[in-house]
């Protein structure tokens, strides 16, 4: 590629075009010039078109994504420079650029390559085969790349079942800010493979939620899972949401109506958490009737987030007694006033000691990777606690959980809380019953 069009080859374009020719020549499938070149290209074809070679005409914008108009008037001007495949590549402000790309390549009417570069463009290299794309590019090896924000092949084939994805495919995406670090693609994606269920589950680095869901209103786009920072302004954007998850104040997971195409909110964290610190009672045989495990018991949860209102609703709502440590005390008198519970400062939670057999639950990114050496709680105090739950899951085994196990706590770790909320949302997602044992086995 030329400089002058964002490559790197800075030589002459009689060279240039001898290689091409050559490429033809041996059986290439493909070649690709740029729209710029195009004319002079095939003047120095003189007609010739050696083998079955296809031309791939190409413009490439490394500043934004035009308008739908511009769009469609340069994919006419690359049509009628000869291409035997359209190819444009823009680049993404914002993830609701690529929607404007996909309008252009569903409707071309010839084979079309229409990328989107970088992070915010990610779908449109992902999900190209669902809205008419010739083809995506894939890396060979992670982080070398020709253009930002490609994949690897290895995670396009096997993270996204690229070769699975068609017109009908659903899609499904974890909506977060940063988010490219999720897991979840992972575990849909390999259930919805062995289920056989037509759906593609994607990263989307969103950063405004109501626009996002207002540019991605059709059909097509059938669920999302919403991770930090977007929990609270997703269920604003909800035409229905869930009682939980209106009382927790935070959606995890957003379906559109089958049928009125209406945003149905859930909140699955505060299931997945919940069921996950019980669980805990019951392996290690300190309960087992069917009164909650927390019942009667002492939760102080660290946070006021959405996984902190998740944590707290969840255990208010098992009868267990509520306090609310956060960094920010209004924030906690607030939720504490909701639970009918009570707030202290994240300083006082480090002398804190009202009784013996309490459970802790971190819901704050404090000791999630790169900072592992972080705890929220100093390790003196956790002998007051039965079982320590923390929401950070990577690492999975962090400082807080490695301490409480060494003060003689039970640990629940973010992961198991993970697994839980993905189940519950697998089964809206789908209607079918999520495959445990397998998101088990990946996690
Ligand atoms: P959020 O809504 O942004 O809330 C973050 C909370 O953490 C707030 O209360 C904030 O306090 C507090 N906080 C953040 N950084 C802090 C720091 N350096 N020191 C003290 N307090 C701090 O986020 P979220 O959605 O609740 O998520 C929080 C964590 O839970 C994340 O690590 C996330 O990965 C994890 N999580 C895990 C799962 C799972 O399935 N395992 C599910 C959901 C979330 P202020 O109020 O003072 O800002």
Known sequence: RPIWEGGRYNGDETSRFDALRLAMDLGANHIDIELKAAHEFYSYLNGERPGRCKIIVSSHNYDCTPEVEELGNLVARIQAAGADIVKFA???????????????SVHCQIPIIALVMGERGLISRLLCPKFGGYLTFGTLEAGKVSAPGQPTIDELLNLYNFRLINTDTKIYGIIGKPVSQSKSPKLFNRAFKEDG????????????????????ASPDFAGFSCTMPHKEAALSCCDDVDPIAKSIGAVNCVIRGANDGKLYGYNTDYIGAICAIENAFKVFGVAGSSRSPLSGKLFVVIGA????????????????RVVIANRTLDRGRELAGIVGGEAISLAELGSYRAESGMILANTTSIGMAPRVEESPVPKEVLKYYEVVFDAVYSPRMTRLLREAEECGAKIVTGLDMLIGQ??????????????????????
């Open 197 to 216: 269920y037509n759906g593609a589950y994607v990263h989307l680095l969103v950063d405004d939620v109501p626009q996002f869901f207002k540019t991605y």
């Open 90 to 104: 823009t680049t993404a402000l914002n993830i609701t650029d690529v929607a404007r790309v996909f309008q252009i």
């Open 305 to 320: 987030g959405g996984a902190g209102r998740a944590l707290a609703y969840g255990a208010k709502a098992k009868g267990a």
């Open 422 to 443: 993905a189940y519950e949302q697998y089964e809206r997602f789908t209607g079918l019953p999520a495959p445990k044992q397998l998101f088990q086995e990946i996690m």
